[in-house]
């Protein structure tokens, strides 16, 4: 029978013996021990907040077994809830993670979700899938779950009812936007899909998903990659930069018509590389959407899945590869993929690829990729070192350098609240928050430090009425493409998340951003809070500012606060680490 275990038990070292022990009980029952223990556990969570490992809630069950668990791991109360790598794909290139089944992901039953899970079994490349996203580039490899999740077809029914994200009454603003190209004889930029020299294909396709109206990255972008320029450029999030590289790649393809590759090797013409499954699949499908009615062939490749079948696919005919560097990079070094008439490659979200530890992939993919008229284009919200190192590695001489607006910096329609929330306070705080915005229209996207935490909030919420999900590294493909469905269509207005829904991802109708963990680092930040307040739609964030553990964010949130117009509480202006040390009332409403 399933267990249940809290800090300092000590978990058996085998299945047979974890469900040996325990008594089964129901999820009201669940639900009144968490409260019962939260205070207490608040204490030690060291990211604020209630952080739970939750599996198999099943019918009238709740237990919790760790991943871990068959590797005799006694958990104490200090390592419990001990901060995870929230970079979703990042702790899935863990060759110790690795080892766990992952049937012992979370997976809880909600209005909208259903649990799933998987056998372990040991295989060796490329027969299956031999990672649970990326190969390791670090550490040795060793024995992981065979992936054996199909994704389903995509079909036209689906193309046509996918929400899209639509420009909001703030467009105007976007149009203002300052862009500045550095390059020798720069293309002159235009300002209608019309005014280009697009396939009219493309031309019209473009126009029917109402993007006649250009946005600045796509009136310079577009005119550079169709001039057949390398391009490195830098935009906000939110700012339309998918049309700017899809455009000239899809206007190739359409004139120059070149033979779909197929077999046993196949040649790519056009390579996409992003750095999560979820925006390998949003461009994939964004493809799919532009390309209708045409014979261009698109694939993609992601880790999460079968091998055997997402292969099959592209061995049947491919013209564009949509995928993640691991995947990718295995492919290559199976000597499947051929890259010698690859005409495009795209890295979008390049400065996360670096940050996620996607380099040695990357030189891998691009040194093998080097065919002498390949045209590169790097898209990037940020421009540090490593990018430009690669910038200048791999683009040619005569590249455009491109900054679309501030680099690194807010969008300006999104309106940022920071709220001084001490250790123990935020679930209440949370709360309140939500109450206050019942009612509004929109979808609510709450960002935690760690994957724990993500499954305990979405539980959390559901039990009270706020329908939610969650999405993080550890929850398998279907799982994370299940609960990213839900939220697109509506039918979970809240979604949990670690950083792995931080980037690039558009996510219609989503008004509320909040940060229950505040990141690291001030591009995290802005990266999250860019979930909202895209192409000109107006969007709020909100985030939870633990003095104890924040502290060393203090003076760059500041300045992106002051930079993008947005009030400066008294604490953070401070900068006093004791100012305030109870949290601000929470009477009043937080907006």
């Keep these: 029978m399933a267990g249940w275990f809290w800090p300092g038990d000590e978990i058996p070292r085998s299945l047979s013996e974890r469900h040996q022990i325990g008594e089964s009980f129901g999820l009201d029952q669940a639900i009144t021990n968490v409260s019962r223990f939260e205070k207490e ?8 907040g209630v952080d739970y490992v939750w599996n198999e809630c099943n019918n009238d069950r709740l237990s919790v077994p760790i991943s871990n668990v068959d590797h005799g791991v006694v958990l104490k109360e200090k390592n419990f809830f001990a901060e995870e790598p929230t970079f979703g794909d990042t702790a899935e290139r863990n060759a110790f993670s690795r080892k766990s089944d992952e049937s ?42 065979t992936q054996t999740y199909v994704p389903p077809q995509i079909t036209e029914e689906q193309l046509n009812s996918t929400p899209m994200l639509h420009a909001g009454s703030n467009l105007w603003r976007m149009q203002q936007t300052k862009v500045t190209c550095h390059g020798h004889l720069v293309p002159a930029p235009v300002d209608k899909i019309s005014e280009t020299q697009l396939h ?30 390398d391009l490195v450029a830098t935009a906000q999030t939110g700012s339309g930069k998918t049309v700017a590289f899809l455009a000239p790649v899809l206007h ?57 079948h997402m292969w099959g696919q592209v061995s049947r005919g491919t013209h564009i590869l949509v995928g993640t560097p691991g995947r990718v990079k295995a492919h290559v070094d199976w000597k499947q993929l051929d890259f010698s008439e690859c005409r495009f490659l795209v890295l979008d979200e390049a400065d996360q690829m670096l940050d996620l530890g996607f380099s040695a992939d990357i030189d891998v993919i691009l040194n093998s990729a080097h065919n002498g008229h390949r045209q590169t284009l790097m898209f990037s919200a940020t421009f540090p070192a490593n990018v430009k190192e690669m910038a200048a590695k791999y683009l040619k001489p005569d590249h455009v350098f491109m900054a679309v607006g501030v680099v690194g910096g807010a969008n300006e329609d999104i309106q940022q609240k920071v709220v001084q929330v001490p250790r123990g306070k935020k679930m209440d705080t949370l709360f309140q928050v939500l109450c206050d915005h019942e009612g509004q229209s929109g979808k609510t996207l709450i960002f935690t430090a ?38 697109r269509l509506g039918d979970a207005q809240y979604l949990v998340a670690t950083s792995v829904a931080a980037r690039g991802l558009d996510i219609p109708e989503v008004a509320h951003v909040i940060n229950y963990d505040l990141p690291t680092n001030i591009d995290e930040y802005v990266h999250r809070i860019g979930r909202t307040g895209r192409i000109g739609n107006a969007g709020k964030a909100t985030s939870f500012f633990d003095p104890e553990k924040d502290y060393g964010l203090l003076n760059d949130l500041v300045n992106t606060l002051a930079a993008a117009n947005q009030e400066v509480p008294d604490f953070l202006q401070s900068g006093d680490r004791n100012y305030n040390a109870v949290a601000e009332p929470v009477k009043e409403d937080l907006w």
Excluded: W
């Design 104 to 145: 012992t992901a979370f997976n809880y039953r909600n209005p909208v979700e259903r649990s799933i899970s998987s056998e372990e079994t040991k295989i060796s490349a490329p027969a299956d899938d031999s990672s649970n996203n990326e190969p390791e580039t670090s550490n040795p490899v060793v024995s992981a779950p």
């Design 200 to 229: 009219s294909f493309v031309a019209e396709r473009l126009g029917e998903l109402g993007f006649d109206e250009l946005l600045p990255v796509q009136k310079f972008g577009i005119p550079i990659g169709l001039a057949g320029r």
């Design 450 to 487: 760690t994957k724990k935490t993500a499954d305990f909030l979405a539980l959390r919420l559901s039990a009270s009425k706020f329908v939610s999900t969650s999405i993080h590294g550890d929850r398998c493909q279907e799982d994370r493409e299940t609960a990213m469905r839900h939220f």
């Design 41 to 48: 556990l608040d204490l030690a969570e060291p990211n604020g």
């Design 252 to 308: 190739y393809l359409m004139t120059e018509r070149p033979a779909c590759g197929s077999g046993r090797q196949v040649k790519i013409k056009a390579l996409i590389l992003t750095p999560t499954r979820e925006l390998a699949l949003q461009i994939g499908v964004e493809i799919l959407r532009l390309t209708r009615g045409s014979e261009i062939k698109t694939n993609m490749l992601y880790g999460g899945t079968s091998v055997k």
